[in-house]
C-alpha cells in the first residue's frame, strides 16, 4: 500500500491505518479476501491522493472530498466505481472515529456526498440458456462449469460464496444449499430440482475425476483441473470464459447472475424480505433495488403488449 503521511497526522500514517482497518474486516467482520482485497486498493488510492494534494486525512473536509470524488470521476471511472470508493471511505472513517483516531467532522464529511446508483445489470432467462449450453458436459471440468452456473442461477450466490462451498454444504435429498456470506453469516437456499441434477452429475461423475489428480484431499465442490480447490478469482474466470463461448456481452460478470435470481423472483411474485434472506441482505434497502428492475420488466412487457403502446 502507498505510504503518505500528510500534515499533522503525528506520526500515524494513512497506509498503516488503512492496514489496520483491513486487518479488522478481516479478522473481526469476517468479511472475504475479495471484498478486503477491494477496500485495501481503494484505501491506498485515497492516501496516494491525499499525499499529492497534502490533505490531513484524519481531518479531510467536505470540499476536500468531493475534489477526491470529482478527480476518480474525471478519470474515467464509472459511477458505480466511485461510489464503492466511498463506500470504503465511509466504513474507514466510522472506524477510525470509534477507535478514537480522529473527531467526528472527518466521518460526516463522508455522510454527505451522494452518487447516482444505476440499476444492476441482468441477464434473460434466454442468456442464461445460451449460457449453460456452452459447457461440455463430456468433460470433468465441463460437468464443473455447468454445475456452477447452475448454482449461482438457482441461490444467487455471490461468487465468493460458490468458492467457499464443500460437498457437505451441498444437500441434494434436502434440495438446499448451505451458504456463507458476508461476515461469515449462515443461511440455507432452496435449489429447483433441474440445477440438483447437474450438481449431482457432477458429483458422481466430474469431481471425482478431477479429485484423483490432487495431491491432497480436499472438500471444496469445485476443483481445478488438477484438483485443487478454486478460487474466487478461479471461478470468476471461468464465468468470463463462458460468456464469450456464448457470445454474450463481455461486460457480464457472475454478480449478474446474482441480480438475474433476484429479479426474476421479484417479477414472479417474491415478497422483498423472502428475497432480503435468500441473497442474504443485511439492510432491506439493498434488496429493493431490484424492484425498480422488476418494474422495469413489467413496463417493457406493456410496451410490447399493449395495442396503444
Given at each position: 500500500m502507498?505510504?503518505?503521511?500528510?500534515?499533522?497526522?503525528?506520526?500515524?500514517?494513512?497506509?498503516?491505518?488503512?492496514?489496520?482497518?483491513c486487518d479488522h474486516l478481516a479478522r473481526v467482520r469476517g468479511l472475504s479476501e475479495n471484498t478486503v482485497r477491494s477496500y485495501r486498493a481503494?484505501?491506498?488510492?485515497?492516501?496516494?491522493?491525499?499525499?499529492?494534494?497534502?490533505?490531513?486525512?484524519?481531518?479531510?473536509?467536505?470540499?476536500?472530498?468531493?475534489?477526491?470524488?470529482?478527480e476518480l470521476t474525471r478519470a474515467g471511472y464509472s459511477s458505480r466505481t466511485v461510489n464503492r470508493h466511498l463506500s470504503a471511505l465511509r466504513g474507514f472513517y466510522r472506524w477510525l472515529e470509534r477507535e478514537g483516531l480522529c473527531g467526528s467532522e472527518a466521518a460526516a464529511a463522508l455522510a454527505s456526498p451522494k452518487v447516482a446508483r444505476s440499476l444492476p445489470r441482468t441477464m434473460s432467462d434466454a442468456d442464461v440458456r445460451v449460457l449453460l449450453a456452452t459447457c461440455d458436459d463430456s468433460d470433468p471440468a465441463g460437468l464443473r462449469d455447468r454445475a456452477l452456473l447452475e448454482l449461482l442461477y438457482a441461490t444467487g450466490a455471490r461468487i465468493s460464496e460458490a468458492a467457499g462451498l464443500s460437498v457437505s454444504d451441498v444437500d441434494l435429498r434436502a434440495r438446499q444449499v448451505r451458504l456463507f456470506g458476508?461476515?461469515?453469516?449462515?443461511?440455507?437456499?432452496?435449489?429447483?430440482?433441474?440445477?440438483?441434477?447437474?450438481?449431482?452429475?457432477?458429483?458422481?461423475?466430474?469431481?471425482?475425476?478431477?479429485?484423483?489428480?490432487?495431491?491432497?484431499?480436499?472438500?471444496?465442490?469445485?476443483?481445478?483441473?488438477?484438483?485443487?480447490?478454486?478460487?474466487?478469482?478461479?471461478?470468476?474466470?471461468?464465468?468470463?470464459?463462458?460468456?464469450?463461448?456464448?457470445?454474450?456481452?463481455?461486460?457480464?460478470?457472475?454478480?449478474?447472475?446474482?441480480?438475474?435470481?433476484?429479479?426474476?423472483?421479484?417479477?414472479?411474485?417474491?415478497?422483498?424480505?423472502?428475497?432480503?434472506?435468500?441473497?442474504?441482505?443485511?439492510?432491506l434497502s439493498t434488496t429493493q433495488v431490484y424492484t425498480h428492475l422488476s418494474v422495469e420488466r413489467l413496463r417493457e412487457a406493456a410496451a410490447r403488449s399493449h395495442p396503444r403502446s
Amino acid at each position: 500500500m502507498t505510504v503518505c503521511v500528510s500534515a499533522g497526522d503525528g506520526g500515524r500514517r494513512p497506509s498503516e491505518l488503512a492496514e489496520r482497518f483491513c486487518d479488522h474486516l478481516a479478522r473481526v467482520r469476517g468479511l472475504s479476501e475479495n471484498t478486503v482485497r477491494s477496500y485495501r486498493a481503494d484505501l491506498a488510492a485515497f492516501c496516494a491522493w491525499c499525499g499529492r494534494r497534502h490533505v490531513d486525512f484524519l481531518f479531510v473536509t467536505h470540499r476536500e472530498l468531493r475534489g477526491y470524488l470529482a478527480e476518480l470521476t474525471r478519470a474515467g471511472y464509472s459511477s458505480r466505481t466511485v461510489n464503492r470508493h466511498l463506500s470504503a471511505l465511509r466504513g474507514f472513517y466510522r472506524w477510525l472515529e470509534r477507535e478514537g483516531l480522529c473527531g467526528s467532522e472527518a466521518a460526516a464529511a463522508l455522510a454527505s456526498p451522494k452518487v447516482a446508483r444505476s440499476l444492476p445489470r441482468t441477464m434473460s432467462d434466454a442468456d442464461v440458456r445460451v449460457l449453460l449450453a456452452t459447457c461440455d458436459d463430456s468433460d470433468p471440468a465441463g460437468l464443473r462449469d455447468r454445475a456452477l452456473l447452475e448454482l449461482l442461477y438457482a441461490t444467487g450466490a455471490r461468487i465468493s460464496e460458490a468458492a467457499g462451498l464443500s460437498v457437505s454444504d451441498v444437500d441434494l435429498r434436502a434440495r438446499q444449499v448451505r451458504l456463507f456470506g458476508k461476515g461469515s453469516k449462515e443461511r440455507v437456499v432452496p435449489v429447483y430440482e433441474a440445477a440438483l441434477d447437474w450438481v449431482a452429475r457432477y458429483l458422481g461423475e466430474g469431481r471425482p475425476r478431477l479429485a484423483a489428480r490432487s495431491k491432497a484431499p480436499t472438500e471444496a465442490l469445485f476443483l481445478s483441473v488438477r484438483g485443487n480447490p478454486m478460487s474466487a478469482d478461479a471461478l470468476r474466470t471461468r464465468f468470463e470464459a463462458h460468456v464469450r463461448l456464448a457470445g454474450l456481452d463481455p461486460e457480464l460478470t457472475p454478480h449478474a447472475m446474482r441480480h438475474t435470481f433476484a429479479t426474476e423472483l421479484l417479477t414472479g411474485g417474491a415478497d422483498l424480505r423472502s428475497v432480503q434472506e435468500l441473497l442474504g441482505h443485511e439492510s432491506l434497502s439493498t434488496t429493493q433495488v431490484y424492484t425498480h428492475l422488476s418494474v422495469e420488466r413489467l413496463r417493457e412487457a406493456a410496451a410490447r403488449s399493449h395495442p396503444r403502446s
